[in-house]
């Protein structure tokens, strides 16, 4: 079955620190999808990626950057870590972009702590 | 400035009774209005969907309302069961398109046996 597999599932970190979340996809969907989760934001759009070679930002992206190099993997990198930065993130893809009702297939998320 | 707000933020009953969940939006370009069901340490799914041209949509269980006069949607969970427990978010967008979707900030649902 397809599915999307987000590494790790954990992650600790110090603050300034690069850390890359690693979303890999086997839906062979263009569409691809970061957000964060926060108690009381509900869910945040990071980046999104049409397709190979383009990114876009999105409502949260400042901190935040992500490179397709390929179909299936998306993923997502933070410069210099800050404590603000401490959520569960949630990598998505879909088959259309507008004009179409295309579902978001989620991960099970990595929840990151910035100490 | 949120687009889509969504209540309430928790919500218990008991087993066999009714959940509700509302939502409300402020940008009449939307189109689309998702129910995703997210359970705990799993990403969201998708649940059920509704167009603005269909007043009301039942899938088994589950039932979204839509009053498009008065920009709001909700959810039914009829026959509530301690499955159905998990976090639920209320979503919308334009011409379908995700990127573009709007997410509430979730109701979460504990349905007590």
């Known amino acids: 079955d397809a599915e999307i597999t987000q590494s790790p599932r954990h992650k600790i970190t110090e603050t300034g620190r690069q850390v890359t979340l690693a979303c890999h996809q086997t839906?062979?969907?263009?569409?691809m999808f970061w957000y964060r989760q926060d108690l009381g934001h509900g869910l945040r759009l990071i980046h999104y990626?049409?397709?190979?070679?383009?990114?876009n930002k999105g409502e949260v992206s400042d901190g935040y950057s992500v490179s397709r190099s390929n179909t299936e993997d998306l993923p997502l990198t933070l410069e210099s870590a800050a404590s603000s930065q401490t959520s569960v993130y949630f990598c998505?893809?879909?088959?259309f972009g507008t004009g179409g009702v295309s579902p978001l297939h989620f991960g099970n998320g990595t929840r990151l702590t910035v100490t | 400035q949120q687009q889509v707000k969504q209540s309430p933020q928790s919500l218990i009953v008991q087993k066999g009774g009714i959940s509700i969940i509302n939502c409300a939006y402020e940008?009449?370009?939307?189109?689309?209005f998702p129910w995703y069901q997210q359970f705990p340490g799993k990403g969201p799914a998708l649940l059920i969907a509704i167009r603005p041209d269909v007043s009301e949509k039942k899938e088994g269980r589950f039932t979204i309302s839509f009053n498009k006069s008065a920009k709001q949607f909700s959810l039914h969970i009829m026959d509530s069961q301690p499955g159905d427990s998990a976090t639920y978010f209320c979503?919308?967008?334009?011409?379908?398109?995700?990127?573009?979707?709007?997410f509430g900030k979730g109701t979460k649902l504990t349905v007590n046996p």
């Open positions: 998505a893809s879909s088959e």
């Open positions: 839906w062979n969907h263009n569409n």
């Open positions: 940008n009449t370009a939307f189109d689309y």
């Open positions: 990626s049409y397709g190979v070679h383009d990114t």
């Open positions: 979503a919308a967008s334009i011409q379908g398109g995700s990127e573009k979707l709007v």
